[in-house]
């Protein structure tokens, strides 16, 4: 029974889940646990460290029902970029005004830090040219300052700030060290050459952690997938359900286990990394990019060395909203609630109705008529790196039935799709090949979904026939701090299966040119003239 499977542990923005893996990459067994989502106001979002971790537990419960706790030979975490407080103890401090210690979080998607991230990147430090050069609200120095500022207090008692995937690292074995992935993605640890930058931090107005020696970011940082400590707590391990000194390895962000898990499919040409783009889709949306060297692309963060494949240079792109622009469109529509009752009568999202609806059609694409969506609700990541981008929607009639909002449905996923192709656009120009996109996530399971992406982008897409690709990369990090694989690489290769291939259709390729060119004339009109109060 000994050391036949692994665990991944992928915490989303909404649920923490679990999966039992097999050594070649097989899912056994997955189970999932919502998890609790503060918003006060529009630019908050805050969690409770308290409750994820309770949240993980119930589904690795449940996860294992059945299965012996000692054929696991290996857990992984991953989770999403957002900052953890903790205070003397590892006891949690309250991120907000309103003193719940229990809202220890904030989250990736919380723009509070907006004003912060305007001023740090108006020092133009070096630093910043390892984050496309212009630092955004949803990483982590913003946020510090902003705690520092706003909330003193938490600020000053605060023992440790960790990202959340290195806090659960921390959570199930005691050890404070953090991935490689994690400090260098979202929070300026340059990994290319081993150290923080002081300069950076006294620069900014954090010259108190550069004093303290960076005791509260990490001072020990380890590669994805290193063994942490000595395995499980005897205590987290009674939590989980799994036996003491279980091996655990270091970390990743969400979307990084998502690449990690996909990006070597097989299906077109051989299995590799390079040149290749993960595409993780959900409420968000991640592009994951590895190259050689290091590669300087405006507007997409990096290039960081080692933060998903061992050994090459990472370029991460995406869009703030993507799963929950489609959403935030359509709900927009007098028809949406009464097409959401019939959705779920067919036990589907009103996105996954509308999908199959819009699917029935010979040329989808067409349906959109002359709609035209730009989904930057919550600000553009990539390539413009502007959080305060607000969306648009052009072409509205007075249409108030279903067929117009299957049409609003195709035009708000034609935006994404277009948005993609920006980044890819933007890559290329770096030097950067991209000539396979590798989707995964739980907004891109309709074919629909993939067809349109292909076509937007004209670029081909795989889609794996591994179910999870997330939990599949958690896993590998598992499979690697056990020592069953020798490295990431190899687990990547030898758990990663076969995909579906999607090719742009090239009949379509005119519509798409003369729509992608509305499209982006309206993203720089509404850039140009953001109205705002000041």
Known sequence: MQG???????????????????????????????????????????????????????????????????????????????????????QPLPVGPHGDTARNIIVWMDHRATAQARRINATRHPVLDYVGGTISPEMETPKLLWLKEMLPDTYRAAWQFLELADFLGWKATGDLARSACTVTCKWTYLAHENRWDPGYFRQVGLGDLADDGFARIGTRIVPPGQPLGAGLTAEAAADLGLAPGTPVGAGLIDAHAGGLGSVAVRGQGEPRAVGRMAYILGTSACTMASTEGPTHIPGVWGPYHSAMVPGLWLNEGGQSAAGAAIDQTIALHPAALAMRDEAAALGLSLADHLATLAAAHDQPAALAGRLTVVPDFNGNRAPFADPEARAVIAGLGLDRGRDSLIALYVAALLGVGYGLRQIIAASRAQGAGVDLLVLSGGAGRHPLVRQLLADCTGTPLATPHHPEPVLLGAAMLGAAAAGTYPDLAAAMAAMTGGADIFTPDEGQSALHARRFAAFEALQATARAHPLTED
């Not at 665990?7 to 070649?24: K, P």
């Not at 908050?44 to 993980?56: G, K, L, N």
């Not at 294992?64 to 054929?71: E, H």
């Open 4 to 90: 036949r499977h692994f665990i991944g542990v992928d915490v989303g923005t909404g649920s923490a889940r679990a999966g039992v893996v097999a050594a070649d990459g097989r899912l056994v067994a997955h189970a999932k646990r919502d998890i609790r989502l503060w918003q006060d106001a529009p630019l908050i979002a805050e969690q409770s460290s308290a409750d994820i971790w309770a949240a993980v537990c119930g589904a690795v419960r449940e996860a294992m029902a059945g299965i012996d706790p000692a054929s696991v030979a290996g857990i992984g975490f991953d989770a999403t970029c957002s900052l953890v407080v903790l205070g003397p103890g590892g």
